[in-house]
């Protein structure tokens, strides 16, 4: 898994809207957070026990405040199991965040 200044350093990396799934050890259900032009938002996923968006000013921002489920990415960083970008890139594979890199340095 990357470390956490990693991960802030590809999330800037990633262009446009990109959605970045988490999964956290003992925690049943699966995270997103989405990155826009103007603000970032975190959810918790799911038909019935979702939360909808919470839009945060910055990844900063998100990364201190304390969120559902009493998560504070800051603070959890070393839970967190899995982290999958765009369902494509496995931030827990070297060889995956080797291409997303390679993927958006040379664009």
């Not at 969120?67 to 967190?80: C, H, K, N, S, T």
């Not at 899995?82 to 390679?102: A, G, I, M, Q, T």
Request: negative net charge; hydrophobic residues 35%; glycine residues 6%.
């Amino acid at each position: 898994m990357v470390s956490f200044d990693e991960f802030k350093e590809l999330f800037e990396l990633v262009p446009g809207e990109p959605e970045f799934e988490i999964c956290f050890v003992e925690k049943p259900c699966e995270y997103i957070i989405v990155k826009y032009d103007d603000c970032v938002t975190f959810q918790r996923c799911g038909i019935k026990d979702g939360s909808g968006e919470i839009e945060y000013g910055s990844l900063e921002d998100l990364c201190l405040a304390d969120l559902i489920d009493g998560i504070q990415l800051g603070r959890d960083w070393q839970d967190v199991e899995s982290v999958v970008v765009n369902s494509s890139w496995n931030l827990c594979l070297p060889e995956d965040v080797k291409h997303l890199r390679s993927t958006y340095l040379s664009s």
